[in-house]
């Protein structure tokens, strides 16, 4: 029930907030707001030029393994009620990713210039 | 209009303006960067954002009220400004100043140096993310800034040292608060090497970032902390030693790889020398402190007692009018008539006083220097701030020109940071110290 | 004494181009013609000279006089703590004088500081546009006939309420 | 039918959540700079009155604090930077230069940024006190709170 009870009360909060600024925030624009900020002087080049690719792949492999830290939180909630078995399961679980992590090194994608 | 980075980019880098407006560029200075990813192919600096035109303002205004013109220039240490102005003016009119005014100058100076480096070095940290560091070092510029208060009224823009002097006597209170400014920077520049001189984090983004050897930095005109950080002691306080500071033991810091951290390392140690000079300073204030008998009349009265005869007692002057009592003045103004107004008692009682005081405010009579010209440095935050005065005889400034330190600092931004990350120049400008006021005058 | 030698080893080495000097009550300085400025500020940044940085760089307007610019240059050696002044008077009409870029890194700033204040040409200056104005300001401030409260807004004023 | 119970009810509310929760944008060019430092940092604290939270971005902040001399060649950066700061927005102008020109009255100085932008409030003093600018900013949310809030489906007007 309270699980319930929890994604409630901060699903309706969150809503709240989001739309808050939608709804009640005075719709005013003019030629200067659509530019982007650029400390204030004229911006240099109209639009935005190609990216070096380097930065997506950058972007990418940290996505990757933010992921997989992420699921690091529900295994320690766990951790206690597992036993011993914890290790070996985390430790396998890294293992894989450690493999990826290897091979992405060596196929150089992290070497920068 | 396309600048000349727009001319020279290659079509597929980026560009980007770190412009006027931005938290670390002070907001007056317009960095154009041409970006590779994160590295910097080629930057144009454009400057000017603060010009108020000062030297054509100052042109227009008598010799005397142009201190609120250099109060304004280097405002972070507001008073070195003014000490330089006048003792340009008193080398053009050959005036000299007498012994306590002259500790007081270089009291106030050196009170005015380190809350300079207290303000640079809190910018510098909190732009690289250490913000307890600017709040200490604010806390602690809070008390000198009290001790200058006390004696001249403002905390900042005071136009307290004048022609021939100083414009008051320093408060009666005066060392206790000196004293306690000095113990609470202390702590503070304690605290702050704790936090910064081994932190990983600062010294990564500091340490052999935007090294200068000492031969550029000459080729560039550095001077000051900047200069000393690559190596070589200039300081215009032991190179032509003015007010009394001949007679006060310092030394003088240098650094060895003139990089970020030194410029940053040098500041702090001058830091300490400073105050070691501000605690030379007292003894021989208290020496020269001149004897003030308490009572007399206030003003009012001394007028009505004026019309009949010449009040004997000695005029009190009310609180705000405070500072230039007959008593104190042969301490803290020359005695040249010429050129310095004479005591408010003399102007409230006396009818030379009152003629005096008007021929010297009144317009084309008042302070008229010799034609001739002049150039007289001194040691400012920065480095050497130098006027360059041509007078005509009349009682303005035909021209007066200021060689500002950190116009020549900030002229070496481009090649400092050619080819380095955008991160690199939020430190590398932030040790420069660059003050709008004193660099677009 | 020392300064007097430095007044003298200028005047043998460039006997026409000194026009005056000043003797050291004052502070030193020596007026030259402008056609030899590039020759004398290499010989005074020359080792035994040893003036070797450009202290400060700047412009002083007669309009009465027949050469009206002045430039006014300061040169110091950090070796020996002294200061050197050299003066060199410019014509009213297109005042140019040669650019110290080669010398010194900090003159390309000066110059276009000048340039921009008093509107003084310098022949081989890398990048000789306004420092301190802006691109639609016509006009030079500094110069003694420019009004001082012209103002030349860049973007239209409101009228205040 | 302007300004019923509820909507003043609102209004009100809105108002005060409003001015208690100024994030403002320092423009700061010159000598007041020292004394924003002074009147924002821990001795005479801004934060008190809900304002302390600098926010580099115009799009993020709700009040424009000009601090010290603008230029000629600044007044373009100014008044870019007003318009692209987010609805509902307030001005104050800071310091003797900001509200008058102050001392430089010539040809490189603009003589008050109410040439350029719509000012709320003028704080004088060269620089001021950071009591003085403390006491701006009350003034500021006092009108904040008299003034009638502007919200998407109130007045579309003004």
């Known amino acids: 029930m309270t699980l319930a009870l929890v994604f409630l009360v901060f699903g309706a909060l969150g809503v709240v907030l989001l739309s808050m600024n939608a709804l009640l925030g005075p719709k005013r624009t003019n030629p200067t707001k659509e530019k982007p900020f650029e400390c204030g002087s004229p911006p ?24 997989e830290v992420a699921f690091f939180f529900p295994w320690a909630l766990v951790f206690k009620s597992m036993k011993g078995t914890a290790l070996p399961i985390l430790a396998a679980y890294l293992a894989v990713l450690a493999a990826g992590f290897a091979y992405a090194w060596k196929k150089g994608a992290f070497s920068w210039d | 209009m396309t600048t000349r980075l727009q001319a020279q980019a290659r079509p597929d880098s980026l560009l980007l303006n770190m412009g006027p407006s931005h938290p670390a560029m002070h907001g007056t200075i317009r960095i154009m960067l041409e970006l590779d990813g994160e590295r910097i192919l080629n930057s144009e600096v454009e400057v000017g954002y603060l010009h108020r035109g000062f030297e054509k303002t100052c042109e227009h205004r008598t010799w005397f009220n142009l201190l609120i013109y250099t109060d304004r220039l280097n405002y972070v240490s507001p008073l070195i400004n003014n000490v330089g102005y006048v003792m340009a003016v008193e080398k053009l009119l050959g005036l000299e100043v007498p012994e306590r005014a002259q500790w007081i100058r270089v009291l106030m100076s050196e009170l005015s140096r380190v809350s300079d480096h207290l303000t640079c070095l809190a910018a510098m940290a909190m732009e690289c993310g250490a913000f307890t560091a600017f709040l200490y070092k604010m806390k602690a510029r809070e008390f000198l800034w009290d001790v200058i208060e006390q004696t001249t009224g403002a905390r900042m823009t005071t136009s307290y ?82 007010l009394t500071y001949d007679r006060l033991n310092f030394e003088v810091p240098v650094g060895e790889r003139g990089d970020n951290f030194d410029r940053y390392m040098v500041r702090m140690k001058e830091m ?112 050497e701030l130098g ?55 | 004494m020392e300064q007097e030698n430095i007044l003298t080893a200028l005047r043998t080495a460039f006997p026409e181009a000194v026009l005056d000097a000043s003797v050291p009550p004052t502070d030193p300085a020596v007026v030259i013609r402008p056609g030899d400025l590039a020759a004398v500020m290499a010989f005074l940044k020359a080792e035994p000279r040893g003036y070797s940085m450009l202290l400060d760089l700047t412009c002083v307007d007669w309009p009465d ?31 140019a004088i040669a650019s110290l870029t080669p010398l010194w890194k900090n003159a390309d700033w000066l110059e276009r500081e000048v340039f921009d204040m008093f509107g003084v040409r310098f022949e081989g200056h ?15 401030p500094l110069r003694k006939d420019y009004p001082l409260r012209k103002r030349q807004p860049r973007i239209p004023m409101r009228s205040t309420p | 039918m302007p300004g019923n119970f509820l909507s003043t009810r609102f209004d009100a509310m809105l108002a005060w959540g409003r001015k208690f929760s100024l994030f403002h944008y320092p423009f700061v060019t010159a000598c007041c700079g020292m004394e924003y430092m002074s009147a924002a940092c821990a001795h005479f604290d801004i934060d008190r009155f809900g304002a302390g939270w600098t ?78 600018v403390l006491d701006g900013l009350l003034k500021l949310q006092e009108k904040i709170k008299t003034q009638g809030q502007v919200w998407r489906w109130n007045k579309k007007t003004s």
């Open chain 1, 44 to 67: 240099l080049q109209d639009g935005i030029n190609p990216f070096p690719i380097k930065f997506y792949l950058v972007a990418l492999l940290f996505l990757l393994f933010d992921v």
């Open chain 2, 161 to 242: 040292i004048r022609i021939g002097g100083v414009r008051a006597d320093l408060h009666a209170d005066y060392e206790a608060a000196v004293r306690k400014g000095v113990d609470e920077t202390r702590k503070v520049l304690k605290d702050v090497r704790g936090l910064l001189d081994k932190n990983k984090i600062f010294l990564n983004r500091t340490r052999d970032i935007a090294v200068m050897t000492p031969e550029n930095a000459i080729s560039y005109g550095w001077t000051g902390p900047c200069l000393r950080s690559t190596g070589i002691a200039y300081d215009v306080r032991k190179a032509q030693p003015y």
């Open chain 2, 272 to 383: 300490e020398q400073s105050l070691r000079i501000i605690e030379q300073t007292l003894p021989a204030l208290q020496a020269s402190a001149p004897t003030v008998e308490a009572g007399g009349l206030e003003p009012a009265e001394a007028i009505r007692a004026s019309r009949t005869r010449r009040p004997e007692s000695r005029v009190r002057l009310s609180p705000n009018l405070e500072g230039s009592e007959k008593a104190v003045y042969p301490g803290i103004m020359a005695a040249d008539k010429r050129s310095v107004p004479p005591p408010k008692e003399d102007a409230y009682t006396t009818i030379e006083g009152l003629i005096g005081h008007f021929k010297h405010f009144m317009k084309g009579h008042g302070l008229r220097p010799p034609k001739g010209e002049v150039y007289f440095a001194v040691e400012g935050g920065n480095g």
């Open chain 2, 387 to 441: 006027y360059y005065l041509v007078s005509d005889g009349s009682d303005r400034p035909y021209r007066l020109h200021l060689r500002g330190p950190c116009f020549h600092i900030v002229a070496a931004l481009e090649e400092l940071i050619r080819g380095r990350y955008v991160a690199d120049v939020i430190p590398t400008f932030g040790s420069m110290n660059m003050i709008g006021g004193e660099l677009d005058r």
């Open chain 3, 65 to 95: 006089r027949p050469d009206r610019f002045e430039m006014v240059y300061h040169v110091f050696s950090p070796a020996s703590y002294k200061r050197l002044r050299v003066k060199a008077a410019l014509p009213a009409d297109g005042p």
């Open chain 3, 126 to 140: 890398p990048n000789l546009c306004r420092l301190f104005m802006y691109d639609g300001f016509e006009g030079h």
């Open chain 4, 55 to 132: 926010r580099f971005s115009p799009r993020q902040s709700d009040l424009l604090l000009v601090v010290g001399t603008i230029a000629q060649k600044l007044a373009p950066v100014l008044k870019t930077v007003y318009d692209q700061m987010t609805e509902p927005k307030w001005v104050i102008a800071f310091g003797a230069c900001t509200v008058s020109g102050g001392i430089y009255d010539n040809y490189a100085v603009v003589q008050g940024i109410d040439r350029i932008i719509p000012v709320d409030i003028y704080i004088p003093g060269c620089p001021p006190r950071p009591e003085m």
